[in-house]
């Protein structure tokens, strides 16, 4: 469902989504995450921060990030914008993070979640760009007093999580992408990437990298023409069984199931 940062679909999404288990990523969008209920927890970068109903997460154009449930039934309004959107605001978010990216419901405003249903709403309206920019610009106006900004480099720079992030969105299409490769590619050692697969991303380089190249099977099945097979082979996977395991373990589904599922919605193009 995500635009990760290798592939964005639009300039503008909103939807809405059941709390649910959303891997590390990053893209040059910048993210507005509302919850309607229950609770869900965020990370940005390595810190986590649980947001609870009529709380606001506020994500910065490329900024790690992911989304975790614990067994709790929630439900959020997300909203992805790309900065071109944002208007006098551009150039602030494009160069600077918050430090704490929750604004708590007691502080958000009425005029962010009225535009951002709003939008929800309106999707199919024919002024929808000229809405789109003009709810982005009222969202940030409300949101960025309450958010303390710092230096995007003073964050990201040299990380190894960002630059680890960073590679992967930038190889995971190629079929011979491993562990070894990218430890040399990087100049650090095997064992550094293991530790941040399993301690920050919580599985280890073999899924992460199955479960982003399954997130762009499933955009290329839902936005393209392309055919299953077409579709694996694109996004790097050298082996059809193996593709087809790990398809039925992320969707507990087959790809033929998923396919026909698009097209009885009318997913694809």
Do not use: W
């Not at 609770?39 to 910065?60: P, S």
């Not at 299409?173 to 562990?179: I, R």
């Not at 073999?206 to 479960?211: D, E, P, R, T």
């Not at 996977?237 to 992320?250: I, Y």
């Amino acid at each position: 469902m995500y635009s990760l940062y290798y592939k964005e679909k639009n300039d503008f999404e909103i939807f809405q989504m059941n709390s649910q288990h959303i891997h590390p990523h990053l893209h040059k969008n910048i993210e507005f995450t509302y919850c309607l209920e229950g609770a869900l927890t965020v990370g940005i970068g390595t810190t986590l921060y649980r947001i609870e109903k009529g709380d606001l997460a506020v994500i910065f154009p490329e900024q790690i990030h992911h989304y975790q449930s614990f067994g709790e039934q929630g439900k959020s309004l997300y909203m992805l914008a790309t900065p071109s959107l944002s208007g006098s605001f551009m150039q602030m978010i494009t160069t600077l993070v918050p430090t704490n990216p929750i604004i708590r419901a007691k502080d958000v405003h009425p005029d962010i979640y009225y535009a951002m249903e709003t939008l929800d709403e309106e999707t199919d309206n024919p002024q929808a760009d000229v809405l789109h920019q003009a709810y982005v610009m009222i969202i940030l106006a409300r949101t960025l007093p309450y958010l303390n900004l710092t230096e995007k480099k003073s964050i990201s720079g040299e990380n190894l999580v960002y630059r680890v992030v960073s590679y992967v969105a930038e190889h995971y299409t190629e079929e011979d992408l491993t562990l070894t490769k990218m430890a040399h590619d990087l100049y650090v050692s095997q064992f550094a990437l293991s530790r941040i697969f399993s301690g920050t991303f919580h599985m280890n380089f073999n899924k992460y990298l199955n479960i982003t190249r399954l997130e762009y099977v499933k955009y290329l099945l839902e936005y393209t023409n392309q055919s299953i097979t077409e579709a694996y082979e694109n996004a790097g996977f050298g082996s059809q069984r193996t593709f087809n395991r790990a398809f039925r373990e992320h969707f507990h589904m087959t790809p033929k199931e998923y396919k026909a599922q698009c097209n009885v919605k009318g997913m694809g193009p």
